[in-house]
């Protein structure tokens, strides 16, 4: 499984982007979905995860501004991001898990900043 993230960029604070992730082969929908990220300087963390149920779970600082969702038919994951604030500047990455194998994207950046 290859995944490509996509959609990161410089934003004002306050502002908004909708990051995707895109993944190869035919399991898509089988997989769970996740989004972490890092920030300079500091550990990799988790941001959000959408389950092949469909349930998602947060990361508390970014609960109620911060939407994750999947298109199966697309292969496709999306983190919509509101209300962006300096402390959401990080490499953002997306993250697949099947089974006991887990996949990596190469990231994004975003960068919150006036």
């Known amino acids: 499984v290859q995944l490509q993230a996509s959609g990161g960029g410089l934003v004002q604070p306050g502002g908004s982007l909708r990051l995707s992730c895109t993944a190869s082969g035919n399991i898509f929908s089988s997989m769970d979905m996740a989004w972490y990220r890092q920030a300079p300087g500091k550990q990799r963390e988790f941001v959000a995860v959408i389950f092949s149920g469909g349930y998602t779970s947060y990361t508390g600082s970014v609960k109620g501004r911060f939407t994750v969702s999947r298109d199966n038919a697309k292969n496709t994951l999306y983190l919509q991001m509101n209300s962006l604030k300096p402390d959401d500047t990080a490499i953002y990455y997306c993250?697949?898990?099947?089974?006991?194998?887990?996949?990596w994207g190469q990231g994004t950046q975003v960068t919150v900043s006036s």
């Open positions: 993250k697949s898990a099947f089974g006991l194998a887990n996949y």
